[in-house]
Nanobody, 124 residues
């Protein structure tokens, strides 16, 4: 599976951005797709995940209510809509994927496939 992330940029506090993660190479209908982020000097952390088949979602507490993850089956693309952005959301955002199993995967080691990062900068 190849993943292509896009959509990062510079936004002011309270603004919005939408990140995209396009999957190719094989069908992802049985996959779990997720977003992680890594701020300077910090470890990569889980943001949100979605089951490709059912569209069920799971969010980190820090983004719940502000971020929304959805997928477009026809385009093999997942979208992370980020609203009410804060300076603490500044990070490089990565999409990841792996086969869906029972339960949510929220650690880096649980994903084999990664896209390149896309930088999100929230200015105050």
């Amino acid at each position: 599976v190849q993943l292509q992330a896009s959509g990062g940029g510079l936004v002011q506090v309270g603004g919005s951005l939408r990140l995209s993660c396009a999957a190719s190479g094989r069908t992802v209908s049985t996959y779990l797709m997720a977003w992680f982020r890594q701020a300077p000097g910090k470890e990569r952390e889980f943001v949100a995940a979605i089951t490709w088949s059912g569209g069920n979602t799971y969010y980190a507490g820090s983004v719940k209510g502000r971020f929304t993850l959805a997928r477009d089956n026809a385009k093999n693309t997942a979208y992370l809509q980020m609203n009410s952005l804060k300076p603490v959301d500044t990070a490089v955002y990565y999409c990841a994927a792996d086969r869906s199993l029972a339960g949510w995967r929220t650690t880096v080691d649980e994903y084999r496939y990664w896209g390149q990062g896309t930088l999100v900068t929230v200015s105050s």
